[in-house]
């Protein structure tokens, strides 16, 4: 079974074609290439992703001059019909600058740039995105980013943890990120926002195949593996 | 008309930035800096009938994000 799957791209994405290789890699077919500028998205898609990178060199702040982008009203109005949205990394920060999903990504508490492998543990499979793996899996996956430090207000912290919208959390402390969040959902279940990057860790090459039960769960779930 | 919008991290929020620059401070032997936060200034050149409204819309949409920042705007001339 196939899907139609689309990668946007902002000037700065980096990570765009590696997602890209991902989603056919569990799908066999290439995803649509999306560019920042296109008013429009493809007819009747199934999934899309937005890349990690530096859209826009950062500038204001991580995202922000992307979620203000063209395309991404176009993205808004297709994640408010339920076609599922994937942000990792640069585009977890591109989601909660378009207020697609709640709290915002700041600098590191650290402060340095971390590029390493994190550990993660699967907090809920109430979404299609994390349908291939079991709840309490332990999973390792890489991050690299230097805004990760998810940040939201208690009360939104507590409405994401009642709500079961916290997907995926640090098992170890990784970037000051509050209650160990790595990624968030929506209200609806359609939208994540992660970090970590499932789609460097696809392949035995990369070190580690943890990424790719990301991928088949949400194309099991959407069109039947 | 020009406008500058003073944008800053709300209380409580950490500022790993400040944080740094206040060592640095203290490494160059300035002692009594108790707190650093830093912000960012923000100029624009605006049509001078560029109302209060839209100067709080152009704040909210972009220039801040309200969940991590205040911001103040000041009409300069």
Redesign the interface.
């Known amino acids: 079974m196939s899907w139609r799957a689309a990668v946007i791209t902002f000037p700065g994405s980096n990570c765009d074609r590696d997602m890209a290789v991902a989603l056919e890699r569990v799908s066999g077919a290439a995803p649509i290439r999306v560019w920042h500028g296109d008013a429009d998205l493809p007819d009747r898609l199934d999934f899309i992703a937005l890349p990690g990178g530096f859209s826009y060199g950062d500038y204001?702040?991580s995202g922000?001059m992307a979620a203000?982008s063209p395309i991404m009203r176009a993205v808004a109005a297709a994640a408010g019909r339920g076609v599922p949205v994937l942000g990792v990394c640069n585009g977890f920060q591109v989601l909660?600058?378009a207020r697609l999903l709640?709290?915002?990504l700041?600098?590191?508490?650290?402060?340095n740039f971390i590029c390493r492998d994190v550990r993660l543990r699967v907090e809920t499979t109430q979404s299609l995105f994390i349908a291939g793996y079991e709840s309490g899996q332990e999973i390792a996956i890489p991050v690299a980013h230097h805004d990760g430090?998810y940040?939201?207000d208690e009360s939104t912290l507590d409405r994401l943890e009642g709500e079961g919208r916290v997907a995926l959390r640090y098992l170890d402390e990784c970037n000051?990120s509050r209650r160990d969040i790595a990624g968030v959902l929506n209200e609806a279940g359609n939208v994540l926002g992660m970090m970590p990057h499932p789609e460097r860790a696809i392949d035995p090459a990369h070190g580690g195949t943890d990424g790719l039960a990301l991928f088949q769960g949400a194309l099991g779930a959407l069109v039947g593996a | 008309m020009k406008v500058r919008v003073h944008v800053s991290l709300k209380p409580g929020v950490l500022d790993p930035q400040g944080r740094a620059v206040h060592h640095a401070l203290e490494g160059l032997g300035f002692g009594g800096v108790s707190d650093v936060r830093v912000g960012r200034s923000i100029e624009l050149d605006v049509a001078d009938a560029t109302s209060d409204a839209q100067l709080k819309e152009m704040c909210e949409k972009l220039l801040a994000n309200t969940v991590i920042e205040n911001y103040r705007i000041e009409r300069v001339a």
């Open positions: 204001l702040r922000a203000v909660t600058e709640p709290g915002a700041l600098r590191n508490a650290g402060q430090n940040f939201a000051g």
